[in-house]
């Protein structure tokens, strides 16, 4: 298998669940050379995903191309004016200080950035995110902020078998409905089917895409 092929794989899984169009399949580059993004983006990927500022912008930089950006790692507060100026979507606001931090630099830069909610939906201390209470309680005030467009909530599951991630990505399902929000990033290369069987129409795929033999 190639990347092309392994992209024409998932593309015919989505196809099959669900509909296609309504899914957003974001290759996630990092730590992936060049060349390896190059051939991504010629075998047809539009949306690509970066953990670290700096390393997207030395990407972004290299590549010329006609794609969307997606900050997908963690995004601290000393990197929000580059985060804002290279990327299209943020899908890791978790704090309300952070969510004000953006959109007064998206101001400054006369721009509304696309963002979602990152939700600690399993609670475990290494996750960054509201919690869910918090989330529901600050939603309002985040409504507020004039540069932020909010798609939806964001979750990263919790090492475990794919079946095991399924209560997760249910809840953050739940949760989003409550809210009345509209999308859900969630699932990547171990976990995209249970996570697009419960509602993702965002999945971030890196290992699936770039696996080789």
């Known amino acids: 298998m190639n990347i092309f092929d392994n992209l024409a794989e998932l593309h015919k899984y989505i196809k099959k669940h669900r509909r296609a169009k309504e899914i957003c399949l974001v290759v996630v580059t990092k730590q992936r050379s060049l060349d390896e993004i190059k051939e991504a983006i010629g075998a047809g990927a539009v949306h690509l995903g970066e953990n670290r500022v700096q390393e997207a912008e030395k990407r972004q930089q290299a590549i010329a191309a006609n794609v969307h950006w997606h900050m997908i790692g963690r995004l601290q507060s000393n990197k929000v004016k580059l985060a804002v100026q290279l990327f299209e979507y943020l899908h890791s606001i978790g704090s309300m200080k952070l969510a004000e931090l953006v959109s007064k630099e998206a101001g400054k830069q006369g721009k509304k950035v696309k963002i979602f ?45 794919a079946e095991k991630t399924r209560p997760v990505f249910k809840k953050l399902a739940l949760l989003k409905e409550k809210l009345g929000l509209k999308h859900l990033s969630m699932g990547m290369s171990n976990d995209y089917q249970v996570a697009l069987e419960e509602g993702a129409d965002f999945i971030r795929i890196g290992t699936k895409v770039f696996a080789r033999g």
């Not at 600690?120 to 985040?142: R, T, Y």
């Not at 909010?150 to 919790?158: Q, R, Y």
Request: aromatic share 2%; proline share 7%.
């Open 117 to 161: 909610l990152q939700v600690n939906v399993s609670g475990e201390g290494s996750k960054q995110g509201f919690s869910e209470e918090e989330v529901i309680k600050v939603l309002p005030a985040l409504k507020k902020l004039p540069h932020l467009d909010i798609l939806g909530l964001m979750t990263m599951a919790p090492h475990a078998e």
